[in-house]
């Protein structure tokens, strides 16, 4: 699976963006898909998840109740709303893929395709 992120910018504190991030190569519906973000200086951490069908996702509590996670299977894209944006959500987002795909995962090493990110910069 190809992955390509994109949808990232610049952006003021309370202000919103939204992520997409675009599959290609296999068939999409057979991967769980998540989100992750990296700051500088930081480890990878877990931003959102979700099952093949959209059926169950999860946040991280940093992102949950601003962000919200959806895919369209038919477009073959996952994408992240996020909104509400804090200085402390600036990263380079990145999607990912998962063969686990019946259950949403947070662990990186449960996903097998990683985009290239997508950089989100929040302004104070």
């Known amino acids: 699976v190809q992955l390509q992120a994109f949808g990232g910018g610049l952006v003021q504190t309370g202000g919103f963006l939204k992520l997409s991030c675009a599959a290609s190569?296999?068939?999409?519906?057979?991967?769980?898909m998540g989100w992750f973000r990296q700051a500088p200086g930081k480890e990878r951490e877990f931003v959102a998840a979700i099952t093949w069908n959209g059926g169950i996702t999860v946040y991280s509590d940093s992102t949950k109740d601003r962000f919200t996670i959806s895919r369209n299977n038919a477009k073959n894209t996952v994408y992240l709303q996020m909104d509400s944006l804090k200085p402390e959500d600036t990263a380079v987002y990145y999607c990912a893929a998962s063969a686990i795909y019946r259950r949403p995962s947070a662990l990186p090493v449960e996903y097998d395709y990683w985009g290239q990110g997508t950089k989100v910069t929040v302004s104070s």
């Open positions: 190569g296999r068939t999409f519906s057979n991967y769980g």
